[in-house]
């Protein structure tokens, strides 16, 4: 059964912590996302990979950076945490472009920041 | 311009009966992929459907349907026959395959079933 596994399914952090949210898959996907989901504003991407130590901005990526040092592993970092960031955060894999195939999910991180 | 657009916020349904959610999209990549997600409260994005640019028929898994209108653009995704475990979020995506590697997301739409 394939899967992406997120670390942590709920975080409650302080402002100013740095917090890591990791995320690994066992599909041997090129592509790793991070996206953000918050009531009523859908999807929004923070950051993308499409191979190992290679990053690229999505369309929300302030406060936020990303590693990738494994082909299977993305983690998302926030280096100071703040309320705003409060949030539910999904990982998700794919192959890479040009090839057909579904995004897969992991079952989310639900961080809060206090 | 958003890429995916979802216009229902909400949608009501008594069981048994069927439901269409809306879903439009833009692109100028002639080569594109549509899918449909189901987020139940849990959280877990749940894969439903997958309708190619190039596909002839209109896709179909079980109860789910996609009615895809290319003229139109357009990508709306028909449950049949709705159970109370169809209550959830749905959302409307897309990726286009000649021109990068996103999926780009719609809104979502809050299904509600009605015993």
């Known amino acids: 059964d394939v899967k992406v596994t997120q670390s942590s399914r709920y975080l409650v952090k302080r402002t100013g912590e740095k917090v890591f949210l990791e995320c690994v898959q066992d599909?041997?996907?090129?592509?790793m996302f991070w996206y953000r989901q918050d009531p009523g504003l859908g999807l929004r991407l923070i950051y993308f990979s499409y191979d190992v130590k290679m990053k690229e901005k999505g369309d929300i990526p302030e406060g936020y950076s990303v590693s990738r040092e494994k082909k299977e592993r993305f983690s998302l970092i926030l280096e100071s945490a703040s309320t705003n960031q409060t949030s539910m955060y999904l990982c998700?894999?794919?192959?890479?472009?040009?090839?057909?195939?579904?995004?897969?999910f992991g079952e989310g991180s639900r961080l809060t920041v206090l | 311009a958003q890429k995916i657009t979802q216009t229902q916020p909400g949608m009501f349904v008594q069981e048994k009966e069927a439901v269409t959610l809306d879903c439009t999209y833009d692109?100028?990549?002639?080569?594109?992929?549509l899918f449909w997600y189901k987020q139940p409260s849990s959280g877990e994005m749940i894969f439903l459907i997958y309708q190619g640019s190039y596909d002839q028929q209109n896709a179909t898994e079980g109860r789910y349907s996609l009615n895809f209108q290319k003229a139109r653009k357009s990508a709306n995704l028909v449950i049949s026959a709705s159970q109370l475990g169809d209550s959830a979020m749905y959302f409307c995506a897309m990726r286009e395959m000649n021109t990068g590697n996103q999926f780009y997301f719609g809104t979502g739409t809050s299904l509600t079933v009605i015993p």
């Open positions: 692109t100028s990549d002639p080569s594109y992929g």
């Open positions: 599909m041997d996907h090129e592509n």
């Open positions: 998700a894999s794919s192959l890479r472009a040009g090839r057909a195939g579904e995004l897969f």
